[in-house]
């Protein structure tokens, strides 16, 4: 089997060094099979890796989504599951040692790994096996021609097959904004205090959930995160202090000039009121090394007055509701919006080991199928043994949300969901299925409170860089990235941002920031002048 150039036993791609070589699952054998029709009728197994959530069974097949989709196609699918940093590790185990499974699933591959793989012919392109076998997601690509155009490499081939959710568009779309604020609205009532609309008021709330602790026995925590978290950082607050700031920390203004916010006065200045609460003791002590368990398990005995995620569900329930955006010491209100899509370029490569591509593309194809992608995103229905996220409508042949009775959408999904590759247009919603009940309630929420303030009228696009040019922004965020994540800890606990500001921007730019950034306008440029061609 082919192997990585390059890659010796035991170092893999990401540069993760790991001793030993990987016996994982080979390829399957040549089956020989054209024109395939599903069911087939010959026993048929192929051998497929996945990354898969530590609340699933260790088994896909034990999904009913699964033993649908074998009983649906005839082909058996044998799993190489693992969660977390464990499958980071087998997967890279795997293609280091030429041992290929005939797919990855859930690959998680940046895009930087992808064309990598792609060079060294570890996986194989597959616009043509689109083309010719997998009419699901041509359809897709029809009538949503921009998701061809994202998945699209730069040599003009396409190695991957995506995942695609759409939920609303532009400023309106679900992912406009990452995690919000949520804030204990049965304290504010009980202490006699209004919902803050400043910063300033935010504090003197903040201060009287400390000072009249209404969770009771010293448990209240008036402000909770997890820094650098993702969903769970506080960067929503930052808004308030200029152009924001959000999870890749790139924003664009409407001069269409693509900022680090790292380098901007207002991120100096949201540090320095984040130090302030922290020297109010206002902040959680925990806030800045705390896991998704701990942080959960303090939210669900509601002990905050606020904190930070996508859906108060997954945490504490009714009592909360989304703080608004604040006005900043200088009457500045915004909401910097996020660069997320409804979208992951990378969701399931085939490896170059795979004999059997008409049949592997067409399983593929299935996945694509729009009541399919429904059920591998959410959840399927008929489930006698787990909690269902959908009624089957056999009259309108449409899958329907039916009421969770309390439990969190995300845990029931990721029990239950495939996941994989799939396309979710907007236009499915009334035919195919219905939009999640906490979709909607989220949409409604951004659309009232947060959508009016979102002053930037470009975010960043999803675009498909070359190789070299990956390169060099991967070897640069290797170390600016965690060196910025490291200062914004530091400086919110010592509070020095002020006197070690300047030194700051000497590092980012010693870390290779004005070649990052040159990279990224010039990619932003070219896309905006692509689309003003169109």
Not at 60 to 69: C, M, T
Not at 407 to 428: C, F, H, K, N, W
Not at 497 to 517: F, S, T
Request: with cysteine; aromatic share 10%; hydrophobic share 35%.
């Amino acid at each position: 089997m082919k192997k990585l150039k390059g890659a010796l036993c035991g170092v893999v791609l990401g540069s993760l060094l790991l001793s030993g070589c990987s016996n994982e699952q080979s390829a399957a054998k040549d089956y020989e099979l054209s024109d395939i029709s599903f069911p087939v009728e010959e026993d048929v197994t192929l051998n497929f890796m996945t990354g898969s959530s530590p609340m699933a069974p260790e088994d896909p097949n034990d999904k009913l989504i699964s033993q649908r989709l074998e009983e649906e196609t005839g082909v058996h699918i044998e799993w190489d599951s693992y969660s977390g940093e464990a499958f980071v590790e087998k997967r890279n185990l795997a293609m280091s040692s030429g041992d290929f499974p005939d797919a990855i699933m859930n690959s998680g591959y940046s895009d930087y790994e992808l064309l990598n793989l792609a060079d060294d012919e570890a996986i194989v392109p597959v616009e043509d096996l689109i083309e010719d076998y997998m009419p699901n997601l041509q359809e897709v690509f029809e009538q949503a021609p921009e998701y061809k155009e994202m998945v699209t490499a730069p040599d003009g081939h396409i190695y991957s097959f995506p995942w695609i959710e759409e939920l609303g568009t532009g400023k309106e779309k679900i992912q406009a904004v990452g995690g919000t604020g949520w804030i204990n609205v049965k304290w504010l009532e009980e202490l006699g205090l209004e919902m803050p609309q400043t910063t300033e008021e935010l504090e003197e709330v903040l201060k009287a959930f400390r000072d009249q602790d209404p969770a009771g026995d010293g448990q209240t925590i008036p402000m909770s995160f997890i820094l650098n978290g993702g969903q769970e950082d506080p960067a929503f607050l930052f808004g308030s202090f200029g152009v924001g700031d959000n999870w890749d920390h790139t924003v664009v203004t409407n001069d269409k000039e693509v900022v680090y916010t790292p380098t901007t006065d207002g991120y100096k200045e949201a540090i320095n009121y984040f130090h302030g609460l922290y020297q109010e003791d206002l902040i959680d002590v925990e806030a800045f090394e705390q896991d998704w368990n701990n942080y959960v398990a303090k939210g669900g005995n509601e002990r905050y007055g606020v904190y930070f995620t996508w859906d108060k569900n997954n945490i504490s329930g009714e009592n909360y509701e989304m703080l608004p955006a604040l006005e900043g010491p200088d009457g500045h209100k915004n909401v910097a919006v996020s660069n997320a899509l409804g979208f992951d370029r990378s969701r399931m490569v085939i490896t170059s080991a795979n004999q059997n591509l008409e049949l592997t593309a067409k399983w593929i194809d299935q996945m694509y199928a729009p009541l399919q992608s429904v059920q591998n995103n959410w959840g399927t229905y008929g489930d006698k043994e787990k909690q269902n996220i959908f009624k089957y409508d056999e009259d309108e042949d449409m899958l329907k949300h039916v009421d969770l009775e309390g439990t969190a959408p995300v845990e029931l999904r990721e029990q239950t969901a495939l996941g994989g590759p799939l396309a979710i247009l907007d236009s499915y919603f009334g035919e195919f299925t219905t939009m999640p009940d906490d979709a909607a309630w989220r949409l409604d929420l951004l659309h009232e409170n947060l959508v009016p303030y979102m002053n930037a009228d470009y975010t960043y696009p999803n675009v498909f860089l070359q190789l070299e040019e990956l390169e060099t922004i991967s070897k640069i965020e290797a170390d600016l990235f965690p060196y910025v994540e490291r200062k914004r800890s530091e400086w919110i606990v010592n509070g020095k941002v002020n006197e070690e500001w300047d030194a700051h921007l000497e590092e980012m730019k010693r870390l290779g920031l004005q070649e990052w950034m040159e990279i990224k306008q010039n990619a932003f440029d070219d896309y905006m002048e692509s689309q003003e061609e169109k």
